[in-house]
């Protein structure tokens, strides 16, 4: 998606030529749920001067009740008409992204799209141009009801690149496509994917700013789109169980003024050094991001052997069992594919967080375990330990308690989203701990 230098002139030219009537500006909160203000356009100086101010106390995670009055700043890169959105008399629906600012104008702390600029200003003090991003996020589609209501139909028993008529999701999929490509995403493959009802998207990479905007946007089209066909998309890991979940795999590369800093055509894989302890950093914090990448308590019911989703802490260059992997494109196209994400992580605060654990891999220099060339799903314990792989956390608790204990990725977050996250996501776990299951009273209603 190509962002574009809009002026506040400009802006007010799109408005007027295509009949806007309301504005949204859209933020996230801290565990990612998009977050919106719609104002009629005749508050639109208001918006163009930052002087917006909305309630922070509403929103989770954010401030205390004292501390409510924030601003908005729009990003006016991110100014885009919804081709979809109209009101009964034709008016046009535009979005901003905004950054919060509080009310004594400073950047807010709890702001993830803030703080991943933070991180991204750290990166380009250590010497590097940009950080890049190209994510596949996975979705599935399910039957509405007659009342509107998600069902757990799904729309078809297709599998991999298969086509109509087993793929009943082909066209829903088309729409999204053309109606991304309207709002400006260079779309680069849609597809049916492995489980039945699973769809695929992917988009041109961009820098993490723009990667993690792209994937909130991305999340609103599918989801208007498919309502519109008579079906829910979730992004939910894991909504059926003995079938693949969703996943996010998330390719990255650092690029300086002289390109991209991971290819050296004389390095081994040609891999820069850049690289190799990029992919260090990576290894040594997979365990202590996780619970950033993959946040909720259903992710870690995507990370279990047997549906291609990485349970253990190793990389290589071909096999895709191991949680990193080494796509064969060199040259500026040379990056590193996290397999763990999953699209239920907030994009801003797990791209600081790789970001910080690949950087900090660079400052120390760290080495990668050896590249693992065999399916890890089929050797046991002691091959597992013998050749330095370690597992992910099985677990949010687990996942969140890793957390606590890197200072690193605490830091990448900011000490406000840091405790806010482990705290919330401890209560997650404890609410979902007080939960009895249906799969508790099929297994011990009668045995016990």
Known sequence: MVRKAYTKDDIRRMIAEENVEFLRLQFSDVFGTIKNVEVPVSQLEKVLDNNLMFDGSSIEGFVRIEESDMYLYPDLSTFMIFPWATDLHGGKVARLIADIYTADREPFAGDPRSNLKRVLQQ????????????????????????????????????????????DLGENTRREIVLEMEKMGFEVEAAHHEVAPGQHEVDFKYADALDAADNIQTFKLIVKTIARKHGMYATFMPKPISGINGNGMHTNMSLFTEDGNAFFDEAGELQLSKTAYNFLGGILDHAANFTAITNPTVNSFKRLTPGFEAPVYVAWSGSNRSPMVRVPASRGNSTRLELRSVDPTANPYLAFAAILAAGLDGIERELEPTHAVDRNIYLMDEGERKRAGITDLPDTLLAAVNDLDEDETIKAALGSHMSRTFVDAKRLEYQAYRQEVSQWELDTYLEQY
């Open 123 to 166: 990166m380009t003090e250590d010497g590097f141009k940009s950080f890049n991003i190209g994510t596949e996020p996975e979705f599935f589609l399910f039957k509405l009801d007659e009342h509107g209501n998600p069902t757990m139909n799904l729309n078809d028993k297709g599998g991999y690149f298969d086509l109509a008529p087993l």
